[in-house]
């Protein structure tokens, strides 16, 4: 899902997303609110990245965190990426951290 920017309409990213076999859903450009999914992730990050500088932690523990994090399907963003749980900061019981490969129905 994209806001529909001339990135994504071009004849590459067209052929991108064939040769990946995925659908790429637009919204409506220059209007934000109609892609509130996307906006909402921005938001989420920056807010995340503003406090791990005013705590002065390092940023790429709190990224692995926040990838790490399940999100609406139960799945965090690095488990749909590599197939299973990353090693973290926060403990996490072995047996989740083995491969477990979501439907992508759930997806499309």
């Known amino acids: 899902m994209s806001d529909g920017g001339s990135k994504f309409t071009s004849l590459d990213f067209s052929e991108f ?35 791990a500088m005013a705590d002065h932690k390092y940023l790429h523990m709190v990224l692995l965190e926040k990838h790490n994090t399940p999100i609406i399907n139960g799945f965090s963003p690095a488990h749909l990426l590599m197939g299973c749980r990353l090693g973290a900061f926060v403990p996490v019981v072995p047996v989740f951290l083995d491969p477990v490969l979501p439907d992508h129905k759930e997806f499309c």
């Not at 609110?33 to 995340?48: V, Y």
């Open 17 to 51: 997303a064939r040769e990946w076999n995925f659908v790429h859903k637009t919204s409506g450009p220059y209007y934000p609110q109609s892609n509130g999914m996307s906006e909402r992730h921005i938001q989420t990050i920056k807010k995340t990245l503003k406090k």
